[in-house]
């Protein structure tokens, strides 16, 4: 099989498998974004509450605080779904299972690296069923662009409850603003 029509069968399956790739990673942001942000803010609601009934902080630091861990915890989310290295036989044996593919484009790539030897008509035919199985797959079907609803109202509640603890008037803030 000539040289060029490898690399052009390489380079188009490479790309369905790293466009699936970023796919997920941004079905992956979505559903962790929210609960990356969630202990950030029930440790602002616990501060909260804390101050209700002792002088602990104000209610801008603990707002302050509440932000820092929340934007810490969505850095790390973030960290974690985008900077994590897989190679592409890796993502292509991912990709075969989650789209159904039997093993089409994990198959194809190791033909086109070397590691399966056979006859040029037999890798052609392999390769050729793999490009077109795989330019059906419906990546958006498998993996929808969505967040957890659960994790967003959960987002949602704890985040109004911490207003809410911050707003009202707290004669212990009142008194550390005297303090100081």
């Known amino acids: 099989m ?3 029509t490898l690399n052009d069968h390489r380079a188009a399956l490479l790309e369905m498998v790293w ?6 990673r941004a079905q992956q942001t979505l559903i962790w974004l929210p609960r990356a942000a969630l202990p950030g803010l029930g440790v ?5 509450l804390i101050a209700r009934f002792r002088p602990l902080l104000m209610p801008e630091q603990i ?47 190791e033909l086109i690296e070397g590691g399966i030897h056979t006859s040029s008509a037999l890798a052609a035919a392999q390769l050729e069923d793999a490009r077109l199985t795989a330019r059906t797959v419906r990546a958006r079907d498998r993996l929808p662009l969505q ?5 967003v109202l959960a987002l949602l509640g704890l985040g109004l409850t911490l207003a809410l603890l911050l707003a009202l ?3 212990h803030s009142e008194a550390l603003a005297v303090e100081s």
């Open 2 to 4: 000539a040289s060029n």
């Open 147 to 151: 967040a957890g609803r659960g994790d």
């Open 19 to 24: 466009r699936w790739d970023r796919r997920q």
């Open 63 to 109: 707002a302050a605080v509440t932000l820092a861990l929340v934007a810490l915890g969505m850095a790390v989310a973030l960290a974690v779904i985008w900077l994590r290295a897989r190679s592409p036989m890796m993502a292509a044996r991912h990709f075969d299972v989650i789209f159904g593919l039997d093993e089409r484009v994990s198959t194809a790539l």
């Open 44 to 48: 602002g609601v616990a501060l909260a």
């Open 169 to 171: 008037p707290n004669a």
